[in-house]
């Protein structure tokens, strides 16, 4: 997945577009899971794309805002501090954009996976990424997001991004992913 | 699908070095001295090898316990199957001061026979013996049923070593496809059984009182819902999917209502949810995370985790709900509490500063008195469970890069571990009393 050649993302963003717009966040089966999976990954691919991007192409992004790979909305993963769910300021312009694009798509659901590293319980865990999924959510909505557009799922400590027991792999695990 | 996994059994028995000193009470070693014991191997009257080693597995229980110094076989002088060929001043001279002899009988048609005799070397008699009739898949069963009859008469209390444990297990994501799994073994790690298998996390398994059903967190379908499935039906029904959090389970000792954690309303609040009439009711309302509740064995009050105070700490409550207070106070986190089953001490994940930093660690900590005392030596050990009759504790570690079980006992003296053959194992709980 790493490895996706830019060719394919904004195909895949398409689709990844398309299932979540015909998707209510109430009714998610299977083919959601996919989805979680392929966008988690895929966000990792925009950050590869993107030089190559913008050493071939130089010109202004014509497509879909969400397509774009230099823009501010290419970023789907905001990483937090150690036990904290306070988003960090670097972060803002970030969410800025993606509410934006939220208030100017009031079709498009975006889903705020909240996670947290392995250190301290499970279940605790659990609330503390849900924290951080609402801090987000609440920073969207004040900036003129419709709460439907929101959904909200915490997911704790259970789906790891990086898997190494030391600071490096914390600090890629406690994390936000936008999965539109 | 249905891989079985293989669990193995690392038994270590390591005698714990002096812990640091602040906050922790500081073992030494004899405190409770282990009582001196040797399982001779049984005979076997039957065809072939015989079926299955019940000595070696009474063996193995006991030394499990902590409570027991088995002789291992190679100093044994003699290995008698009957009393009439005992050499009581032999034992006595190797300080053995009970002795287990045993024999097994093939009946011919796929039964056995398991007789066993526990006799006290000094006195030259009998506390106790048996004849079981029982089954080839029972083997090891029986063996632990054997073993906590000799637990009961020597030490007063209940064995636990015929009972079983649930845990999770999981595997990276290979090709992006992950696999979760929740199984149940035979307390001693042997005969392991994937009872849910899923792409998406499963968490919080909790054992209903009589033992025949689990509730747990699934969170197949893209969020969480708190299910209930029978242990050995297979039949599972979907308790709450609220939207938020539906999370940490915890059975009422009466099996009738399931504590847990809902976020509902906006942030986790702990509920009480009642299995029968399908009612909920709130039992906390607070904006910080409120979370891992479990009850008190007499029913009437429930602990829980908050970070209220700015950090996780301990606190209980009415099980009707109401004010809640705080029961922790050493170190800045302390979570999942759970009741010992005479209810006087919970069982808890703490977090401890040592020279090489800080330690995630299961502590016991004395209702009474409030004195925490540090039982795992880990960095990112979690999920304290005591064993039904009190005397040990499993948890989850880390070894390397893998996730284990481990158990100590409630002195601290003894541990051991479990690990899978490939993958991560986590969460463990073990079942009540078989009824």
């Known amino acids: ?111 705020l996976e909240g996670h947290a590293d392995e250190k301290g319980t499970r279940e605790y865990n659990l609330g503390l990424g849900e924290n951080r999924a609402n801090a987000v959510r609440s920073l969207m909505l004040a900036q003129g997001v419709s709460d439907n557009q929101l959904v909200v799922v915490s997911y704790g400590e259970e789906r790891p991004a990086a898997f190494e027991h030391n600071d490096e792999s914390w600090a890629l695990n406690r994390r936000v992913e936008l999965i539109y | 699908m249905m891989k079985k996994i293989l669990l193995f059994l690392l038994v270590l028995m390591v005698w714990q070095p002096a812990l640091h000193a602040e906050l922790t009470i500081e073992i030494t070693e004899g405190v409770e001295g282990a009582l001196p014991i040797a399982v001779a191997p049984f005979s ?24 027991f110094k088995t002789l291992p076989r190679a100093d044994m002088l003699a290995r008698p199957t009957s009393v009439e060929a005992i050499e009581f001043k032999d034992w006595r001279a190797l300080d053995i001061e009970n002795l287990v002899i045993g024999q097994v009988q093939s009946n011919g048609a796929g039964g056995y026979q398991i007789q ?16 079981i009739p029982t089954t080839a898949p029972n083997l090891r069963s029986t063996a632990h049923r054997i073993a906590d009859l000799i637990y009961e008469k020597l030490l007063g209390m209940p064995g636990a070593f015929a009972t079983r444990l649930a845990y999770i297990t ?17 307390a001693d790690g042997f005969n392991p059984e994937t009872i849910v298998s899923s792409s998406e996390p499963l968490m919080s398994p909790a054992w209903s009182p009589d033992g025949l059903k689990l509730a747990y967190v ?23 999917s609220f939207k938020g959090i539906n999370g940490a389970p915890a059975w009422s000792p009466d099996g009738r209502k399931l504590a847990m954690t809902l976020s509902k309303d906006g942030n986790p609040d702990i509920f009480v949810f009642d299995l029968n009439t399908r009612k909920l009711q709130a039992i906390t309302r607070h904006y910080a995370i409120d979370t891992e509740p479990a009850w008190s064995p007499d029913g009437r009050s429930i602990v829980f985790t908050s970070d209220r105070g700015g950090k996780p ?21 302390n979570a999942r509490a759970s009741f010992s089953p005479d209810g006087k001490v919970l069982a808890l994940v703490t977090l401890v500063t040592r020279e090489e930093g800080k330690k995630y660690r299961i502590a016991v900590q004395d209702l ?19 064993a039904p009759n009190g005397s040990m504790i499993i948890y989850a570690s880390k070894a390397g890069y893998r996730g284990v079980l481990a158990a100590v006992s409630v002195d601290g003296r003894v541990r051991q571990r479990l690990a899978l053959q490939e993958g991560d194992v986590r969460e463990p709980v073990w079942s009540p009393f078989k009824k």
């Not at chain 1, 899971?33 to 913008?54: F, I, P």
């Open chain 1, 1 to 111: 997945m790493k490895k996706m050649s830019i060719v394919w993302v904004p195909i895949l963003l398409s689709l990844l577009l398309l299932v979540g717009c015909s998707s209510t966040p109430t009714s998610e089966g299977g083919a959601d899971v996919s989805e979680q999976s392929t966008g988690a990954d895929g966000s990792d691919a925009y950050g590869d794309g993107a030089s190559t991007s913008a050493a071939s192409q130089g010109s202004e992004w014509q497509g879909d805002p969400l397509e774009n790979p230099n823009g501010l909305l290419a970023t789907r993963v905001i990483y937090f501090d150690f036990d904290l769910s306070t988003v960090r300021s670097d972060y803002m312009d970030v969410i800025q954009a993606h509410a934006d694009y939220l208030a100017a798509n009031p079709q498009v659901v975006v889903r």
């Open chain 2, 44 to 67: 076997w009257q039957g065809n072939g090898s015989p079926p299955e080693d019940i000595a070696a597995v009474i063996n193995a229980d006991l030394q499990r316990s902590g409570r």
């Open chain 2, 116 to 131: 066993f005799q526990l006799l006290d070397v000094f006195r030259g008699e009998q506390l106790v013996g048996y004849s």
């Open chain 2, 170 to 186: 999981s595997t990276k994501p290979v090709n992006g496809e992950r696999r979760v799994d929740l199984n149940i073994a035979d």
């Open chain 2, 218 to 240: 699934s969170f197949e379908g893209g969020q969480s819902a708190v299910y209930v499935q029978g242990v050995y039906t297979g039949k599972r029904q979907k308790v709450t």
């Open chain 2, 313 to 333: 700490q301990i606190y209980r409550v009415s099980a009707f709900g109401g004010k809640a207070q705080r029961i922790t106070f050493q170190n800045s986190y």
């Open chain 2, 368 to 386: 009474e008195s409030g004195v925490m005392q540090v039982l795992s030596q880990g960095s990112l050990d979690e999920s304290p469970s005591f």
